[in-house]
T-cell receptor
Framework: AQTVTQSQPEMSVQEAETVTLSCTYDTSENNYYLFWYKQPPSRQMILVIRQEAYKQQNATENRFSVNFQKAAKSFSLKISDSQLGDTAMYFCARSGAGSYQLTFGKGTKLSVIP | DADVTQTPRNRITKTGKRIMLECSQTKGHDRMYWYRQDPGLGLRLIYYSFDVKDINKGEISDGYSVSRQAQAKFSLSLESAIPNQTALYFC??????????FGEGSRLTVL
């Protein structure tokens, strides 16, 4: 089975600091999409950022950016200037070209400390 | 109003009961999904549908069934609920670019 691995079950960061969440994945496809989702205590799943595998440029959304290493099958999320509202579970996910079924990692619980 | 609406939001039931979780969407997407979330396991795909006449099993379909009543409606049924089906269930839709748009989740507890 093709998998998505988040090796850090829990992390913490001081408010205003920068933190990086790791994600590696397995795929035999050349074209696919990668995503980071955030799940705050409200349990809503919120899309944070999206990366298309055929694009070499790393995606950025305000304080959130990714480091996409296609050859290494690595897709890490960097959160800059961490805020208390960033406290949440973060899930990495990968889709396959054509099917668009997302496979999720098991999540990283991030706590932002005041 | 939410684009993807799930009912009920919370439900407690007993072993052996039939349960239906309903999902409706106003996003106009053809693709709809049911996922299950368990602590430490992430989200796992139960069933998905790419249009009204297309239903497909996901990773963990045993014990579940679905019905796509219309483009906007996709319901999940547990014919005879068991305690290990206690979980948070998400309905989602997607467009051609792949990202999922989730409902607010339905927390099911089976006693």
């Amino acid at each position: 089975a093709q998998t998505v691995t988040q090796s850090q079950p829990e992390m913490s960061v001081q408010e205003a600091e920068t933190v990086t969440l790791s994600c590696t994945y397995d795929t035999s496809e050349n074209n696919y999409y990668l995503f980071w989702y955030k799940q705050p205590p409200s349990r809503q799943m919120i899309l944070v950022i999206r990366q298309e595998a055929y694009k070499q440029q790393n995606a950025t959304e305000n304080r959130f950016s990714v480091n996409f290493q296609k050859a290494a099958k690595s897709f890490s999320l960097k959160i800059s200037d961490s805020q208390l509202g960033d406290t949440a579970m973060y899930f990495c996910a990968r889709s396959g070209a054509g099917s668009y079924q997302l496979t999720f990692g098991k999540g990283t619980k991030l706590s932002v400390i005041p | 109003d939410a684009d993807v609406t799930q009912t009920p939001r919370n439900r407690i039931t007993k072993t052996g009961k039939r349960i239906m979780l309903e999902c409706s969407q106003t996003k106009g997407h053809d693709r709809m999904y049911w996922y299950r979330q368990d602590p430490g396991l992430g989200l796992r795909l139960i069933y998905y549908s790419f249009d009204v006449k297309d239903i497909n099993k996901g990773e963990i379909s045993d014990g579940y069934s679905v019905s796509r009543q219309a483009q906007a409606k996709f319901s999940l049924s547990l014919e005879s609920a068991i305690p290990n089906q206690t979980a948070l269930y998400f309905c989602a839709t997607s467009r051609h670019t792949g990202e999922l748009f989730f409902g607010e989740g339905s927390r099911l507890t089976v006693l």
